[in-house]
């Protein structure tokens, strides 16, 4: 005897629930963003491997004194995304990463006046457990 199976496969799906940006002054000139916030998984199937990171789209990729900068085109190091190794159906988990923009200035230790626009947290990736 065969049997064929036409069950629709399963899937996960990942949403961010919370997200907090901050502003942390990482050497005497110099000021990173950092992110924390938590995710779940919304969908009918585990997950596991979810890497979440974060983007300024409104930062200048032209490294110039006074103005948040950043690299999106290049690959993220493991301080610039978290990855969270298994989320069961439902469950909600904490992530948090940093030095997602910088900023620097050469007129002493002035701080950034504000938080640049276009900050996004991203889910890059993720794995269907089966």
């Given at each position: 005897m065969f049997f064929v199976s036409c069950a629709e496969k399963k899937e996960g799906k990942v949403i961010v629930t919370d997200q907090e940006f901050?502003?942390?002054?990482?050497?005497e000139y110099n000021w990173v963003i950092d992110l924390k916030g938590k995710i779940r998984n919304v969908g009918e199937a585990d997950v596991k491997k979810v890497v979440?990171?974060?983007y300024?789209?409104?930062?200048?990729?032209?490294?110039?004194?006074?103005?948040w900068l950043v690299s999106n085109n290049v690959d993220k190091s493991s301080e610039?995304?978290?990855?969270?190794?298994?989320?069961?159906?439902g469950a909600k988990a904490a992530f948090s990463?940093?030095?997602?923009?910088?900023?620097?200035?050469?007129?002493?230790?002035?701080?950034?006046?504000?938080?640049?626009?276009?900050?996004?947290?991203v889910i890059e990736s993720f794995e269907t457990v089966e």
């Open positions: 901050s502003i942390r002054q990482d050497s979440v990171t974060g300024c789209w409104s930062c200048s990729e032209i490294w110039s004194a006074g103005m610039q995304k978290d990855v969270i190794s298994y989320l069961s159906v990463f940093h030095d997602i923009a910088f900023y620097f200035t050469q007129l002493g230790a002035e701080p950034p006046e504000k938080m640049p626009e276009g900050l996004e947290i």
